[in-house]
């Protein structure tokens, strides 16, 4: 189908050729093999392009071009089903999937999610953002289409990273039990977005190339000609069994254990192998694994370089691949301090041990990583066993720190509630993003934490104003007996000079900011400051006055405080960052139901609505949902 070069862009149009033309992924197919080489060249072009300017998931894109073109080329998406795993790759599949005209939009407010949504699109065929879910979800759809009589092909891409996570492999087994129609690409790259670690990367990662099973390979087949009569015979039948021996020698040995096929590996960036390899899939009615090696960033030297800073990077010079200054950092940000106050308890306390889920880099316990080595553990894609992992060192008297996104703590909640706090144990939870993380939307805003966490008993919650009260709560973590977590948004700081003392916290006291007699605003962690602001410019304009509480801790909740609080003024407004259902506001509302403090009072709650909330700007999303300086101050406003 023509393209108008009104329809599009004209960045993209001006430096693609095929690219507008491919409206849905069937145009894919009657491709020649230049045609597919030139489109695969305009796809990172325009993915580079678009990522350097609004930032997103680049090196992971790039490095499945080929594999997309092969996908599209080979499955009837009309009809066929293809599950992404995680969704870092799927900005080539979006733009050959109908969305290059609305590609400029992507992770923008009101624009295409940085991820697959089915709301999106009707070849988005599963909502994805947390990882290792793709097989699970792809064999559900293959058994309903067996019970519904049908017979489409349903595929599964997960990435090599995300295939060591349990959930992969409660899914393999699975799916091997049953012995339905489907097919698995795992896509091999070795990263995941850290370099991969275990024994399944090691194992993964094993290639016959090497220079011994080369040099042994050839050795052997010299020593079989030298027998006489039989030699050339045994040396012939060596050279055929060369497969059964790369099947053992490979990680086809694991896959066929699960009743799987296994075919590979094979080069992910040959588009006529691919292809080939996928439409022999067709043919077999069974589960069938296509291991297929790729490497993250292709086409783009930088982001091969540094596959890593690459993998979700912001703004830069596509020329180059230098990041985009945008002025000098004003402040540091959470992650940062986090992870230097984590170096300096370390220095000494040697029983801190950190451990994060494939994310040294985000959470910021690199740095602990180069001083601490031994004391630094990253389990990989792995929540739910980097909680219970860190349950068993607490029990041998180790101070486990496990710094996790906030989102991703949800993946653990059976394993917080049982092995850590229902028995007590000394874990620290760091939370980072917690709160509106922005344009990777809502399958990682840490929206549910302080729901999800403050009815678990054991547990003390506290969330910081600014950096220097992140550091001292982390002291106070470590001071602590017991199980405790700190949440912590993404981005910059506010530009509190973190005191070197780091002085520990008086457990459940709250902070006074500011005295007022027409309402008592209590809030807590990132809208504590936006609060104060919000009080003082009303009371400088003579609206009203207003005190400000900063609570610090949702558990225990600073009782006493809240109640004299409360006792003082008729009217109540409590600020949060975390979804309104269950969150601290209603903790506060609880407690003044439990004393009889409801009546003759009004108590309003600002936090985030019962709503998955959007991608956009931290900025935007605040203001949408109300919670940034403007929304507290009209909040006030219509309560004085």
Same mark, same amino acid.
């Given at each position: 189908?023509?393209?108008?070069?009104?329809?599009?862009?004209?960045?993209?149009?001006?430096?693609?050729?095929?690219?507008?033309?491919?409206?849905?992924?069937?145009?894919?197919?009657?491709?020649?093999?230049?045609?597919?080489?030139?489109?695969?060249?305009?796809?990172?072009?325009?993915?580079?392009?678009?990522?350097?300017?609004?930032?997103?998931?680049?090196?992971?894109?790039?490095?499945?071009?080929?594999?997309?073109?092969?996908?599209?080329?080979?499955?009837?998406?009309?009809?066929?089903?293809?599950?992404?795993?995680?969704?870092?790759?799927?900005?080539?599949?979006?733009?050959?999937?109908?969305?290059?005209?609305?590609?400029?939009?992507?992770?923008?407010?009101?624009?295409?999610?940085?991820?697959?949504?089915?709301?999106?699109?009707?070849?988005?065929?599963?909502?994805?953002?947390?990882?290792?879910?793709?097989?699970?979800?792809?064999?559900?759809?293959?058994?309903?289409?067996?019970?519904?009589?049908?017979?489409?092909?349903?595929?599964?891409?997960?990435?090599?990273?995300?295939?060591?996570?349990?959930?992969?492999?409660?899914?393999?087994?699975?799916?091997?039990?049953?012995?339905?129609?489907?097919?698995?690409?795992?896509?091999?790259?070795?990263?995941?977005?850290?370099?991969?670690?275990?024994?399944?990367?090691?194992?993964?990662?094993?290639?016959?190339?090497?220079?011994?099973?080369?040099?042994?390979?050839?050795?052997?087949?010299?020593?079989?000609?030298?027998?006489?009569?039989?030699?050339?015979?045994?040396?012939?039948?060596?050279?055929?069994?060369?497969?059964?021996?790369?099947?053992?020698?490979?990680?086809?040995? &694991?896959?066929?254990?699960? +009743? !799987?096929?296994? @075919? $590979?590996?094979?080069?992910? #960036?040959? =588009?006529?192998?691919?292809?080939?390899?996928?439409?022999?899939?067709?043919?077999?009615?069974?589960?069938?694994?296509?291991?297929?090696?790729?490497?993250?960033?292709?086409?783009?030297?930088?982001?091969?370089?540094?596959?890593?800073?690459?993998?979700?990077?912001?703004?830069?010079?596509?020329?180059?691949?230098?990041?985009?200054?945008?002025?000098?950092?004003?402040?540091?940000?959470?992650?940062?301090?986090?992870?230097?106050?984590?170096?300096?308890?370390?220095?000494?306390?040697?029983?801190?041990?950190?451990?994060?889920?494939?994310?040294?880099?985000?959470?910021?316990?690199?740095?602990?990583? &180069?001083?601490?080595?031994? +004391? !630094?553990?990253? @389990? $990989?894609?792995?929540?739910? #066993?980097? =909680?219970?992992?860190?349950?068993?060192?607490?029990?041998?008297?180790?101070?486990?720190?496990?710094?996790?996104?906030?989102?991703?703590?949800?993946?653990?909640?059976?394993?917080?509630?049982?092995?850590?706090?229902?028995?007590?144990?000394?874990?620290?939870?760091?939370?980072?993003?917690?709160?509106?993380?922005?344009?990777?939307?809502?399958?990682?805003?840490?929206?549910?934490?302080?729901?999800?966490?403050?009815?678990?008993?054991?547990?003390?919650?506290?969330?910081?104003?600014?950096?220097?009260?992140?550091?001292?709560?982390?002291?106070?973590?470590?001071?602590?007996?017991?199980?405790?977590?700190?949440?912590?948004?993404?981005?910059?700081?506010?530009?509190?000079?973190?005191?070197?003392?780091?002085?520990?916290?008086?457990?459940?006291?709250?902070?006074?900011?500011?005295?007022?007699?027409?309402?008592?605003?209590?809030?807590?962690?990132?809208?504590?400051?936006?609060?104060?602001?919000?009080?003082?410019?009303?009371?400088?304009?003579?609206?009203?006055?207003?005190?400000?509480?900063?609570?610090?801790?949702?558990?225990?909740?600073?009782?006493?405080?809240?109640?004299?609080?409360?006792?003082?003024?008729?009217?109540?407004?409590?600020?949060?960052?975390?979804?309104?259902?269950?969150?601290?506001?209603?903790?506060?509302?609880?407690?003044?139901?439990?004393?009889?403090?409801?009546?003759?009072?009004?108590?309003?709650?600002?936090?985030?609505?019962?709503?998955?909330?959007?991608?956009?700007?931290?900025?935007?999303?605040?203001?949408?949902?109300?919670?940034?300086?403007?929304?507290?101050?009209?909040?006030?406003?219509?309560?004085?």
């Amino acid at each position: 189908m023509a393209v108008k070069k009104t329809d599009l862009p004209n960045k993209y149009f001006n430096e693609t050729r095929l690219l507008p033309l491919v409206r849905k992924p069937g145009d894919v197919a009657g491709l020649s093999r230049e045609e597919l080489q030139t489109l695969a060249a305009e796809l990172r072009r325009v993915i580079i392009e678009q990522v350097s300017a609004s930032g997103g998931h680049l090196a992971p894109s790039l490095g499945v071009v080929e594999l997309t073109l092969a996908l599209c080329r080979v499955l009837d998406l009309e009809r066929d089903k293809l599950v992404w795993d995680v969704g870092h790759q799927a900005y080539a599949y979006k733009l050959l999937t109908g969305r290059l005209d609305r590609f400029h939009s992507l992770r923008k407010l009101g624009g295409l999610s940085g991820f697959p949504r089915m709301a999106e699109s009707r070849y988005d065929h599963f909502g994805v953002g947390h990882s290792s879910t793709s097989i699970s979800a792809a064999l559900g759809m293959a058994l309903a289409r067996d019970l519904a009589g049908q017979k489409h092909e349903v595929v599964a891409v997960i990435g090599d990273g995300s295939l060591t996570a349990g959930l992969a492999f409660e899914a393999l087994n699975q799916a091997g039990d049953m012995g339905s129609k489907l097919v698995v690409v795992l896509n091999d790259n070795e990263m995941s977005i850290s370099k991969n670690v275990g024994a399944l990367s090691r194992f993964l990662s094993r290639k016959l190339s090497a220079p011994f099973l080369t040099r042994f390979k050839r050795e052997v087949e010299a020593f079989l000609k030298q027998i006489p009569k039989i030699g050339e015979d045994l040396a012939l039948f060596a050279r055929r069994s060369e497969d059964a021996f790369k099947s053992f020698m490979t990680p086809g040995m &694991l896959f066929e254990a699960l +009743r !799987f096929t296994y @075919v $590979g590996p094979i080069d992910g #960036h040959n =588009v006529e192998l691919l292809s080939d390899v996928l439409a022999q899939t067709r043919r077999m009615d069974k589960p069938v694994l296509v291991h297929v090696l790729t490497r993250k960033g292709k086409g783009y030297e930088p982001a091969e370089t540094n596959p890593t800073y690459f993998h979700g990077v912001g703004g830069f010079e596509p020329e180059t691949g230098m990041a985009i200054k945008h002025g000098p950092a004003l402040f540091a940000t959470y992650t940062e301090v986090f992870g230097s106050t984590l170096c300096a308890l370390a220095e000494k306390d040697r029983k801190i041990v950190a451990i994060t889920a494939a994310m040294p880099e985000g959470t910021g316990t690199d740095c602990f990583r &180069l001083r601490f080595p031994e +004391r !630094f553990v990253d @389990v $990989g894609i792995c929540e739910q #066993h980097a =909680v219970t992992f860190a349950a068993g060192l607490a029990t041998q008297g180790y101070k486990p720190a496990v710094a996790i996104y906030s989102t991703f703590l949800q993946r653990a909640y059976d394993q917080l509630v049982h092995d850590v706090c229902l028995q007590n144990l000394n874990v620290k939870f760091f939370l980072d993003r917690a709160g509106l993380v922005g344009e990777d939307g809502a399958t990682h805003h840490g929206a549910f934490d302080l729901s999800f966490l403050r009815h678990v008993p054991n547990l003390v919650i506290m969330a910081p104003k600014d950096e220097d009260e992140l550091a001292r709560m982390m002291a106070t973590a470590f001071a602590l007996e017991g199980p405790v977590a700190v949440r912590y948004p993404r981005g910059m700081g506010a530009g509190a000079a973190v005191d070197p003392a780091l002085k520990p916290l008086a457990l459940g006291e709250v902070e006074m900011l500011k005295s007022g007699k027409d309402v008592a605003v209590i809030a807590v962690g990132s809208r504590v400051l936006p609060a104060l602001e919000a009080a003082q410019e009303l009371e400088e304009a003579g609206v009203g006055s207003a005190a400000v509480c900063n609570a610090r801790f949702v558990k225990p909740l600073p009782e006493e405080q809240i109640l004299s609080l409360a006792r003082r003024h008729k009217k109540l407004l409590v600020v949060e960052e975390n979804a309104l259902a269950g969150g601290f506001g209603s903790a506060v509302l609880e407690l003044l139901a439990d004393h009889d403090l409801l009546a003759g009072r009004t108590v309003r709650r600002l936090g985030l609505p019962d709503a998955f909330v959007e991608h956009g700007s931290q900025k935007e999303l605040r203001e949408i949902t109300g919670i940034d300086k403007s929304g507290i101050k009209k909040a006030l406003a219509e309560l004085f």
